[in-house]
């Protein structure tokens, strides 16, 4: 179905910062057919000498009429990311095609508990997912685990703090807890998911999202806590996000 999807022209409308290397780029997308909570796009770069790179990202927010969200983070010495984070000004163009993905999606009119777990730059999709419970009055019980390195790496860290009724947050720190922290920095432990996630028995829709090394050790630990294989819907990515 990829090969079918239109490039679609997209003007950069707004850039939001979320950490020293991390920005929220939002586009304006004419024809833009609308899409899922968890679904990404291709994005596609022209040079003036006709060579072209591009790379996928997740979609950052729900559905707005024709504006499209991306939290890109720079990639060193990337193709992609470190122009749209460092050059791209509002009024610039680049392509983008898509809604892709019909697996790793959350739809308002599920009523499972879901449980939402995150690493590093994984938490986009889900972030898209929190937003839209949030914009449609959903009343599905979420609860996010979210593993980062240090607190300065934390996307969406203001809006996450708001309060959001039915939406529970924990923070895992790998390499450097903040202070008074009660857990040290470390990596996912099935203690950790335990005290952050559901009980199996409330046969929550579980989504995991990150690194192939974190997605696959979080995806065992939900399995050993006797989740059941299909309710727990992976997204992983490589170093650079293709």
């Given amino acids: 179905m990829r090969g079918r999807l239109p490039w ?31 679904q990404h796009v291709d994005v596609r770069l022209t040079a003036d000498d006709g060579y072209t ?24 010495d990337g193709e992609v990311s470190p122009y749209l984070t460092e050059v791209m000004e509002p009024g610039d163009q680049v ?9 790793f999606v959350w739809r308002p009119a599920d009523k499972a508990p879901v449980l939402l777990v995150g690493g590093g730059s994984g938490i986009v999709p889900l972030m898209a997912m929190i937003r839209e419970r949030r914009r449609t009055g959903s009343r599905a019980p979420f609860r996010l685990v979210y593993s980062l390195r240090d607190p300065e790496s934390r996307y969406y860290a203001e809006e996450l703090r708001r309060p959001d ?15 008074g922290a009660s857990r040290p920095a470390g990596r996912v432990t099935l203690g950790d998911l335990a005290e ?10 579980c989504y995991v999202c990150g690194p ?14 006797g989740h059941a294989p299909e309710r727990i819907r992976t997204e992983r990515f490589g170093p ?3």
């Avoid at 679609?8 to 939002?26: F, P, Q, S, W």
């Avoid at 997740?58 to 009429?65: E, F, M, N, V, Y």
């Fill in 8 to 38: 679609r022209a997209a003007r950069l409308r707004e850039v939001r910062v979320e950490t020293a290397t991390a920005r929220t780029l939002v586009f304006e997308v004419p024809g833009w057919p609308g899409h899922l909570a968890g």
């Fill in 53 to 76: 790179a591009q790379r996928s990202y997740s979609l950052a927010a729900p559905p707005d009429g024709e504006l499209v969200a991306l939290t890109v983070e720079t990639v060193p």
């Fill in 95 to 103: 392509e983008i095609r898509g809604p892709v993905g019909g697996w």
């Fill in 165 to 179: 009724p039915g939406l529970d947050v924990a923070y895992l720190y790998t390499r450097a807890a903040p202070d």
């Fill in 196 to 205: 952050g996630g559901w009980p199996a028995g409330f046969e929550a829709d």
């Fill in 212 to 225: 192939t090394g974190f997605v696959e050790a979080a995806a065992d630990l939900l399995l050993t806590l």
């Fill in 240 to 242: 650079t996000g293709g």
